[in-house]
T-cell receptor, first 114, second 117 residues
Framework: KAGVTQTPRYLIKTRGQQVTLSCSPI?????VSWYQQTPGQGLQFLFE???????NKGNFPGRFSGRQFSNSRSEMNVSTLELGDSALYLC?????????????FGSGTRLTVV | AQSVAQPEDQVNVAEGNPLTVKCTYS??????LFWYVQYPNRGLQFLLK??????LVKGSYGFEAEFNKSQTSFHLKKPSALVSDSALYFC???????????????FGKGTKLSVKP
């Protein structure tokens, strides 16, 4: 059974650019969440999607957006990149709404903004 | 607001000795508790979870955790540490209520475990 797949694994972008990260959940999982991980702030919740609907959104500026497709694949987009957006972005999928059965994480996308 | 605390930034243990990584939580409603481990430049790997039932939960790689409702704790333990256990460990909690801006899975800050030979 394939795990959560995130692409690309590494990304280097310049300030002001925009970036799109992709996440393919485990087959059959309809819940996808995104987290940003930095050494200073730890793991911070970005947003959660379930059946193409955004359920929750974290305290991030509007430059951070996401969506989920009918096949449960999800993308997140960051526009007008800032140096502080450099982080490991983790995607997690769950078989149940609200994650009561736990989440499976992907290996993450390491974004470096220069 | 709901929260998870991992009071130790780092835990140092000698190989072969027992290890404990501490976690306490504060949530409204019944908690679902998880431990994850992260190796450098990797995602989070699931270790174990407590949903209901037996307070002692056994997980992957010989780890176990004890749910203590009165102390609102969920400490991670292993009877004999290995050098390969050295990694970053995260405690997390989920509830039946929507997490709102915190999300459904709330993480502690993480504890770095260092096991020396």
């Amino acid at each position: 059974k394939a795990g959560v797949t995130q692409t690309p694994r590494y990304l280097i972008k310049t300030r002001g650019q925009q970036v799109t990260l992709s996440c393919s959940p485990i087959s059959g999982h309809r819940s996808v969440s995104w987290y940003q991980q930095t050494p200073g702030q730890g793991l911070q919740f970005l947003f959660e999607y379930f059946s193409e609907t955004q359920r929750n959104k974290g305290n991030f500026p509007g430059r951070f957006s996401g969506r989920q497709f009918s096949n449960s694949r999800s993308e997140m987009n960051v526009s007008t990149l800032e140096l502080g957006d450099s982080a490991l972005y983790l995607c997690a999928s769950s078989s149940r709404d609200r994650g009561r059965e736990g989440y499976t994480f992907g290996s993450g996308t390491r974004l470096t903004v220069v | 607001a709901q929260s998870v605390a991992q009071p130790e930034d780092q835990v140092n243990v000698a190989e072969g000795n027992p290890l404990t990584v501490k976690c306490t939580y504060s949530v409204s409603g019944n908690p679902y508790l998880f431990w994850y481990v992260q190796y450098p430049n990797r995602g989070l790997q699931f270790l174990l979870k407590y949903i209901t039932g037996d307070n002692l939960v056994k997980g992957s790689y010989g780890f176990e955790a004890e749910f203590n409702k009165s102390q609102t704790s969920f400490h991670l333990k292993k009877p004999s540490a290995l050098v390969s256990d050295s990694a970053l460990y995260f405690c997390a909690v989920s509830t039946l209520n929507y997490g709102g801006s915190q999300g459904n899975l709330i993480f502690g800050k993480g504890t770095k475990l260092s096991v020396k030979p």
